[in-house]
């Protein structure tokens, strides 16, 4: 396997990097994600029993969790007040999920390209090889083409990893922060019911 790697000329260094990268990122983003991801019914129960007690609510890492934290900071104040401060605890919950993700998404969109540079650099030793030699069979443009396969399939390969961690990743952020908007609504009406 990893003669067939070497077969792919200098392109593989960066398609390495792209690789490593996005492991490290799935494997990061994983473990936050994890913990990240509540069920509204159990952190509302949780919430209640805070409300009733009235104990602190320790800081976690979870966006519906943090949303309680916002919702209970600005308990007593004006409703609208309430809201936009679990609004503003939303945006930042969103944007600590959405980190790293670009450069992931950024991998996908970019590998096939890098996978493709590889590709003209082996048909362009294959024709240097002929010119060289002065004949064109299959021994003299073996390892232009080998080349060039090798570089278009790991850069299809990393393209299309990056690909799905990319968009596992992006569906995942999508439901955490629903299950905090769920979990936001019903802090309103518990912390500050609208005045009838």
């Not at 994600?33 to 019914?41: G, K, N």
């Not at 969109?109 to 294959?126: M, S």
């Not at 518990?190 to 009838?196: D, H, I, Q, R």
Request: proline share 5%.
């Amino acid at each position: 396997m990893w003669e067939l790697l070497k077969q792919g000329g200098v392109v593989m260094y960066p398609l390495g990097l792209c690789s490593l990268i996005t492991v490290g990122i799935f494997i990061e983003r994983l473990f936050r994600f994890a913990r990240a991801d509540r069920s509204p019914q159990q952190v509302l129960a949780r919430a209640e029993q805070a409300l009733a007690s009235g104990k602190t609510w320790p800081d976690a890492p979870a966006p519906a969790e943090r949303v309680v934290a916002a919702a209970l900071e600005k308990a007593g104040a004006p409703r609208t007040g309430v809201e936009n401060h679990m609004q503003a605890a939303l945006a930042a919950e969103g944007l600590r999920l959405s980190a790293h993700l670009g450069i992931v998404g950024t991998i996908g969109n970019i590998a096939p390209f890098i996978g493709l540079f590889g590709t003209v650099l082996g048909i362009i030793r294959a024709f240097r090889d002929i010119g060289a030699v002065g004949a064109a069979g299959p021994a003299v443009v073996a390892t232009g083409i080998s080349e060039a396969l090798v570089a278009t399939a790991s850069g299809l390969f990393v393209a299309i990893s990056a690909v799905i961690v990319y968009n596992l990743f992006v569906i995942w952020q999508g439901r955490i922060l629903r299950r905090a908007e769920v979990v936001a609504s019903e802090m309103l009406e518990l912390v500050a019911p609208e005045s009838k």
